[in-house]
């Protein structure tokens, strides 16, 4: 079962966006299905590695946003991405060195990780952006 269903509670009413988030849980869901179904190392290593780099990608087409637009928290913003990547590369690094398994409280981790991000702080952009004309 997904660990997170997507829901209105979860849109910052842009629609690009909105889909970078959408693939940023199913990365998320598809580490909690092989958790839960006990895959191998290399198995999970491969999704960690995929959300990793989705992850950078992601907070990169924000930050592009931000400059074209002119947003004027992009400085904190990305301050916040730069700590959130610092924690995922982290987290990768610790299962890689064996430092780590995956639980569920490392799944619900994840989860906040994303969640307080998209409620916290990308909701912040969404009526600015919005003005600009990015839907
Ligand atoms: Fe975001
Ligand atoms: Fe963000």
């Given amino acids: 079962m997904a ?6 509670e979860w849109s910052v009413g842009l ?15 598809e580490l909690n299905d092989a958790m839960a ?9 491969k999704i960690l590695a995929g959300l990793v780099e989705y992850t950078k990608t992601h907070f990169a087409n924000e930050e592009m946003l931000f400059r074209t637009h002119g947003y004027p928290e992009a400085l904190s913003h990305k301050t916040k991405h730069d700590e959130l990547t610092k ?23 994840l989860k906040d990780w994303l969640f307080n991000h998209i409620k916290g702080t990308d909701m912040k952009y969404a009526p600015f952006l919005k003005s600009k004309g990015v839907a």
Avoid: C, P
């Avoid at 660990?3 to 209105?8: F, Q, V």
């Avoid at 179904?37 to 290593?45: A, L, N, P, S």
């Fill in 37 to 45: 179904q006990r895959k191998g190392k290399d198995v999970i290593e």
């Fill in 87 to 109: 924690k995922v590369i982290a987290f990768q690094k610790d299962f890689h060195d064996g430092k780590m398994v995956m639980s569920v409280e490392i799944m619900a981790f």
């Fill in 15 to 29: 629609v690009t966006i909105d889909t970078q988030h959408q693939k940023l849980i199913s990365y998320i869901n």
């Fill in 3 to 8: 660990l997170i269903t997507w829901s209105a």
